[in-house]
């Protein structure tokens, strides 16, 4: 991702779109009116249109938090005015977006401190290959012996 992560788990990125004959090809959810998260008047991405200049850029995700659109913030606006702020972009526009980021699987046995759970896979399986070994071993000296 081409951002910045901020506190919290989340990153910011700003992409730039240029806007097709049949617009920026997504649609947006929230506004002061209309919150799509309670307590949370923020604008965010709702749907991405299939092949649309949005799609075809591949960067904005539904679920995006839209924080600004060409430097201007998108804070405590109606919806409808973010609707109108988007229609009057331009052809360039760049969107400033917040993104929560998805926790990332580390390493096998890996456990972060306050992490609950049960035993890391690794804590299972390799005295568990080692006991089928030492089986094998000892089958095997065993038939030599007859």
Same mark, same amino acid.
């Not at 788990?9 to 947006?28: D, H, K, Q, V």
């Not at 405590?76 to 229609?87: G, M, N, P, S």
């Given at each position: 991702m081409?951002?910045?992560?901020? =506190?919290?788990?989340?990153?910011?990125?700003?992409?730039?779109?240029? %806007?097709? &004959?049949?617009?920026?090809?997504?649609?947006?959810? =929230?506004?002061?009116?209309q919150q799509y998260i309670s307590n949370d008047s923020s604008i965010y991405v709702s749907r991405i249109k299939k092949d649309g200049a949005a799609y075809l850029d591949g960067r904005l995700q539904e679920g995006d938090k839209i924080l600004a659109v060409n430097g201007k913030d998108?804070?405590?606006? %109606? #919806?409808?005015?973010?609707?109108?702020?988007?229609?009057?972009a331009g052809c360039d526009v760049s969107l400033k977006i917040q993104?929560?980021?998805? &926790?990332?699987?580390? &390493?096998?046995? #890996?456990?972060? #401190?306050?992490?609950?759970?049960?035993?890391p896979l690794a804590a299972i399986l390799v005295p568990g290959l080692a006991l089928a070994a030492t089986a094998?071993?000892?089958?095997?000296?065993? %038939?030599?012996?007859?």
């Open positions: 081409n951002g910045s992560v901020a =506190g919290g788990g989340y990153a910011e990125e700003i992409i730039s779109l240029t %806007r097709r &004959p049949s617009g920026l090809g997504f649609n947006i959810v =929230g506004g002061t009116d998108l804070k405590d606006l %109606r #919806h409808k005015d973010a609707v109108e702020l988007f229609r009057n993104r929560r980021l998805q &926790p990332q699987n580390g &390493p096998v046995g #890996h456990q972060s #401190h306050g992490e609950s759970g049960g035993l094998v071993w000892i089958l095997l000296r065993y %038939r030599q012996r007859m």
